[in-house]
C-alpha cells in the first residue's frame, strides 16, 4: 500500500508541474514581454545612442572620451544584439541595434584617410602593365617595433629578420635594451642612431642603408627622433614619434599640442616622409584627423577593421601606432607584426617613389 500511495504521488506531482517545452515556452513569452515594455526599449535605445555619442562625439562627455579606442568593438556588438533582437521577433530593439551599427560604420568609413582606392588601382595596373625594365621602382620597408610588447627578445629579432625591413624604429629602448639591439643587429643594420632611457621614450633607428641628417626636436621633454635615408639614389626622410596617453583633459591637450608639431616639423621637409611611433590614439578620432589634415600625411592602414590590414590580427586590437606616408609615396601594402604565440608586436609598411611627372599630376588635379 505504501508503494502505490508513494507512486499516485510521483504522478499527480508530474502532471502538477509543466513539462520541459512548456517552461521554455513561458520563460520566452516573460523575456519577450520584458524587452516590448516601452521603458525597457527607451533604456536601450537611450544606451545605443550614448554609445555612439560618446564615439563621434567623444568632447562632449569627456569622461567617456576614452570610448572612441573602441568604437569598432561597439560596431560589432551592435550588430550581433540586432541579430539577437531579429531572432526574438523584436523589430524595435532590432531597428535600434542596426541603426546604432550602421552610424558608426559610416562614421569610421569616412574618419579614416588612407588611399585605398589607389593602392587597388595601382594593384590592378601592376597585373595588367608588363613590368619596364628600364625604370625599377624603389621600394623600401620600414617597422615600428614596440621592445615592451613582448619578453622574448630572440622572438622580437626573429619576426624582425623575417620581415626583411629596411628601416626599423624601436620604442621603450632601455640601456639594456639597446646594448642588445647593437649586438644582435649591427650584420644586417650597420647604420643605427639611438636615445636610450630609462622611461618611456627611449628610442632607436637601424636602417640598411645611409643615415643622414639625424637630429632630435622636444615636445617639452618628449623627444622626437628623425633624419634622412638614401635608397638607391631615391632620397625620404623619417620621424619616429612616441606621445603621451590621453588620460584626462589635460593629457588630451598635451597630445594635440605635441601632434601639432609634429605636423608643423613635416610641412617643413621638401622630401617625401613617414612619420611612425607609437600615438596612443587610433586613426578615426579627432586628434589624428587633425594631425593628418595639418600635415598632408595619409595612413598606411587600409581601414578601420583589424584583419584588413594582414597578418594575423584579432578583433580585440585596439590600432595604437601608426605608420602615416606622403602623398609622394605609395603604401604597397601594410600588415600587423606578430610573434609566435600570436603576442602583437609591431606594425610593418612597404613603399615605393612615385614618378615625379606622376605626383605632379595627382597634386594638379
Known sequence: MTYLRNAVDRLAWRKSCPSNSSSRTSKKYMLSRLLSHPLVQLAIAMMVALGVVVSVFPHFIP??????????????????????????????????????????????????????????????????????????????????????????????????????????????????????????????????????????????????????????????????????VDVEGEKFCFMSVHTEPALNTFSLQRLREHLGMVATEVRKMEMPVIVMGDFNSVSWSSEMQIFMDSSGLLESRRGFMPYSNGGTSSFFDIPLDHIFFSPRLYCNGFEVLKSKAAHRLGILGNYSFKPLATHAKKTAQ
Open 63 to 228: 569622461q567617456l572620451s576614452w570610448a572612441v579606442n573602441y568604437a569598432v568593438l561597439l560596431m560589432l556588438f551592435y550588430l550581433a544584439a540586432g541579430m539577437v533582437f531579429l531572432f526574438l521577433q523584436q523589430p524595435r530593439l532590432t531597428f535600434i541595434c542596426f541603426a546604432g551599427c550602421a552610424l558608426l560604420c559610416f562614421f569610421l568609413k569616412y574618419s579614416v584617410k588612407s588611399n585605398t582606392i589607389e593602392r587597388w588601382r595601382q594593384m590592378v595596373i601592376k597585373d595588367r602593365m608588363p613590368p619596364v625594365q628600364d625604370a625599377p621602382e624603389v621600394e623600401f620597408r620600414a617597422v615600428h617595433l614596440n621592445v615592451t610588447n613582448t619578453a622574448d627578445a630572440s622572438d622580437l629579432l626573429n619576426t624582425l629578420r623575417q620581415s626583411n625591413a629596411d628601416l626599423v624604429s624601436f620604442h621603450e629602448v632601455t640601456p639594456d635594451w639597446g646594448r642588445l639591439l647593437q649586438d644582435s643587429l649591427a650584420a644586417s643594420y650597420p647604420f643605427h642612431h639611438d636615445m636610450v632611457d630609462i622611461g618611456l621614450f627611449g628610442m632607436a633607428i637601424f636602417s640598411r642603408f645611409q643615415l643622414t641628417d639625424i637630429d632630435t626636436f622636444y615636445y617639452e621633454e618628449i623627444p622626437n627622433l628623425r633624419g634622412c
